[in-house]
């Protein structure tokens, strides 16, 4: 007989499967996607009992190296060219259907090749957290053990055991790795003498999407109180829920009043609390509140809206870039264009850079549609985003609205992409796959045969070129709604300025923005300035000395907290107290050079006593809650000046807003990047464009050491066609993006000079280059050494993307040792 088909029957008996014919039973094999596993996908032999249910797009458990992962099927195959009697069988199938729609998994695909990703990697960025995470393994001893004498076992076990027994418990990863150990095969002996015990936990099942409630038991109040009469914080929770008069959530609870989870436990063994579990709430944080204002288009408006609506109606790819001048009324154009897609029985995607910064834009989207909209944003709970994500995959949202992970949602009607300001950073990803959502969006437009819609004040370099090509479509919105017009824009030249007592020479408030400040805080008018630094000052400097405290992790300055007391490095996140002597030569005389957002709002109240202030920074929104505060006390009135980095230009509308000022224009030009000037030229704008939104005009007083840089002159004029000429220029003299492509292959390392081998070694596998191919470097980063990792890097532009892709492919080549690791990021909007 056949040993396959004897395999396959002994399998059909262990099933219990009642009638199995043996000879219809046809090898299959199946390709599998597992996260951070090799750089293509593996192939499993799939048992005859679960051929039915193997399909693409599905998840499955298999065996990989010696422990069960979760993996996606790529493809199923009735042949192979392997040897199949080393192929492994997969153990389990997790789904009934697909977990993503095919469109997404096309997507993926392109992911994984164009920006050098592994597929399994790619696939479990694009779905919800954890659904394909690996099984947690920890070890501790067992009785036995503890009890063995460690002096008669070799040394290796006797050091793993050891270990353990000091810790009690540890990750299996972590003891292999303390112990020394370069293999498993020390821990399985242990284990199989019954000496320690491993435990295996699964961790790729979908989140919770329930959340705890509690309600108050029937009964006598008084009761109640007299069985806590010595429990004071027990009787606050009872006279809460009392007060309350309905069940509430276990969180609200806790928050409300500050208890913890012990006191409702300890109620509810009293018989005082009954405890249960209820379905989340679906409805995201962003609230319905408010109205949905519905202007007339304006000429400008509806020009846009049709160009939208006349590719929907034939159902044809169309990229159009929507540039409109801050305040112009973007929103409402692709508010429009949303309706007329869900009339047609399609659906939306709106992508926001950061959805935590836009709540205007979330809760314009909400107002108009409702309970249609689902909202994906890092903020929720990956139960939160469990749930949202089911909605959207059974077809109970219409638009989806969040940053740039939610173009994978699982849409299966898709009809409209938006991204709003496109320009934005945000939507490149740091991390494994380094994708962009914006040019993702054109891609996955272009398969689906619809209209993208890119809007945006300032236009990327790469959208812009896009239209200079004929491969975009470019509609201008040059006026505001209302009537309102630019603000005006004054340039202060700090040269010119008298320094600041204590401030080495420099400016925080030169007397034109004071003067400006005061006429406006008169006028009753609120203000918004902007500093790019957060804390109170970016360098702690010896004067005795001359030394410069830096991070003992990174090759960077700790920046001085002065409200926390501490210094803390902003890359890697490390603390320290600020120190009483210099770490160097002992000297006291220790002096905190440039300026922050807290030493801003510092001299903001020495020279406006009686005003009420805020900042708004990473710092003073790590609460959940604290963007909402500062933004809500700000739109109320409660707070006449907010002080913040680029948080404040992100697309907010404050009426009541007739100031902005930025303190210094110069930190981004400093940059060795070379986007800087068009960052630069980006963040001028927008923040301009917070001034004047109301009935009142604006103005924006720019403090700066280059005011002739053309970045800063474009920007005092609204130019954006101006600075976009100029700004391609450059790009074009030099071969930069979006010109030519460009990509950087980054080496990391604990060892400076492993690091420094291998640049080098790669420089070598592409030289000589394919043509048309430039190679800038080895040299190291900017940034030399960042979390303990040094770094160098090569830089690859070239006018067309396959002999750069030619040479990505030679550097793969070269097999990186276990302490090197290579990044390499396609289309980079940084060098850094």
Known sequence: MDPRRREAGFLHRLSGAQSYPRYHVVAMFASVAIPR??????????????????????????????????????????????????????????????????????????????????????????????????????????????????????????????????????????????????????????????????????RDRPPKSEVGAVSLASGDLEVHFEACSRAPRQREVIQWLADNGSPALESTLCGEIGCTQAIIRTLEKKGIVHRFRQAAERRPRWSLGGKDHRHDLTDEQRIAVDAVKNALDDGKYAPILLEGITGSGKTEVYLRCLEHALALGR?????????????????????????????????????????????????????????????????????????DEEHDGAYKQQDSPRYNARDLALVLGKNLGIPVLLCSATPSTEAAHLENRGLARRIRLTSRTGGASLPEVELVDLRQEKPEPGEHGRTIFSNRLRAAMTETLEAGHQVILLMQRRGW???????????????????V?????????????????????????????????????????????????????????????????????????????????????LVGTQMVAKGHHFPNVTLTGVISADSLLSLPDFRAGERTFQLLTQLAGRAGRGSDPGRVVVQTYHP???????????????????????????????????????????????????????????????????????????????????RWQILLTCPDRPPLRQALHQIEQDVMTSNVNRVIDVDPLSTL
């Open 557 to 641: 300055a700790m920046v001085v907290h002065r409200r926390r007391g501490d210094l803390e490095c902003h890359y890697c996140s490390h603390r320290r107290p600020y120190p009483k002597e210099c770490t160097s030569c002992g000297g006291v005389l220790l002096d905190p050079i440039g300026a922050g957002t807290e030493k801003v709002a510092y001299h903001l109240k020495r020279y406006f006593p009686d005003i009420s202030t805020a900042i708004l920074d990473r710092d003073t929104v790590r609460r959940r809650s604290g963007l909402e505060d500062t933004l809500g006390a700000f739109a109320s009135g409660r707070v006449k000046v």
């Open 347 to 419: 659906q939306g995607l709106v992508l926001v850079p950061e959805i935590g910064l836009t709540p205007a834009t979330v809760g314009a989207v909400e107002r108009r549609f409702g309970t249609a909209v689902a909202v994906l944003h890092s903020a929720q709970s990956d139960g939160e985003r469990w749930k949202e994500w089911l909605a959207i995959r059974s077809g109970r949202a219409d638009i989806v609205v969040g940053p740039r992970s939610s173009l994978f949602a699982p849409i299966d009607r898709p009809g409209l992409i938006v991204v």
């Open 537 to 555: 000052a970016p360098v702690l400097l010896c004067r005795d000395c001359g030394h410069t405290l830096e991070c003992p992790s990174c090759s």
């Open 708 to 790: 002739e840089h053309p970045a800063v002159l474009h920007a005092a004029n609204h130019d954006v066609s101006a600075f976009i000429a100029e700004e391609l220029r450059f790009r074009r003299a030099f071969g930069y993006p979006p010109v030519n492509r460009a990509a950087l292959v980054r080496f990391e390392s604990p060892s400076a000079e492993d690091a420094r081998q291998a640049a080098e070694r790669a420089w070598r596998r592409v030289n000589p280059a394919p043509e048309g191919v430039r190679v800038r470097g080895p040299a190291p980063s900017p940034i030399e050494r960042l979390r303990d990792r040094w």
């Open 37 to 202: 596993s090799a750089p293509e996908s593996l192939l499993y032999r799939v048992p005859p009992e679960l051929g039915a249910a193997v399909k693409p797009g599905i998840r499955v458990r298999v065996p990989l190296r010696r422990k069960q992962v979760t993996g996606v099927v790529i493809e199923v195959t009735e042949t192979t060219e392997l040897d199949r009697a080393v192929i492994r069988s997969m153990t389990e199938v997790l789904d009934t259907d697909p977990l993503l729609p095919a469109h997404i998994f096309d997507l993926a695909d392109f992911i994984s090749s164009y920006y050098r990703c592994p597929l399994g990697t790619t696939l479990a960025a694009m779905l919800p957290a954890g659904l394909l995470r690996s099984d947690a393994e920890h070890v501790e001893p067992t009785p036995l053990g503890a009890a063995t004498d460690r002096q008669i076992l070799p040394d290796l076990q006797a050091t793993i055991l050891g270990l353990l027994l000091e810790k009690g418990r540890m990750a299996v990863a972590g003891l292999l790795a303390r112990s020394g150990a370069a293999s498993r095969s020390a821990l399985e002996s242990l284990e199989n003498a019954g000496l320690v015990h491993v435990r295996r936990t699964r």
